[in-house]
């Protein structure tokens, strides 16, 4: 992993960076497949300073993506059926399937965030 910079996107040479902390996105911008199998958002509060406070993250894996507020329920959406995510899969309670789905994506989020 290495931190994506401007210069990597107009395809010059870069120095590798010490921080691993994203994957780089120049093999898609180049019409090869991507290195990750989800799509990952956090957060953060109003703050002027990057990285304060996360109040939530999404995680996508598939067709499906779950939301996470600090303060909340989760929710989960099948954005292949429900692409404008108006169905929340888990907001008259949750069936053994939709748990499986939400307790696979939470660990994901753990692994991602680690």
């Known amino acids: 992993m290495e931190y ?3 210069v990597e996107i107009d395809f010059a040479s870069i120095i590798e960076a010490k921080t691993t902390d994203s994957h780089s996105f120049l093999p898609v911008l180049q019409g090869g497949a991507s290195n ?5 958002v956090e957060h953060f509060t109003k703050a002027k300073t990057k990285r304060q406070e996360v109040y939530g ?3 996508r894996v598939g067709d499906y ?18 692409p404008l995510e108006q169905i ?3 907001a008259g309670g949750i069936s053994s399937g ?5 307790d696979s994506l ?4 753990k692994a991602v965030t680690q």
Do not use: C, E, M
């Open 4 to 6: 994506v910079v401007w």
């Open 36 to 40: 990750r199998d989800y799509i990952y």
């Open 57 to 59: 993250w999404a995680l």
């Open 65 to 82: 993506k779950l939301i996470s507020p600090k303060r909340g329920r989760q929710k989960l959406f099948n954005l292949v059926t429900d």
């Open 88 to 90: 929340d899969l888990i």
């Open 98 to 102: 939709h748990q499986k789905i939400v």
């Open 106 to 109: 939470v660990l994901k989020h």
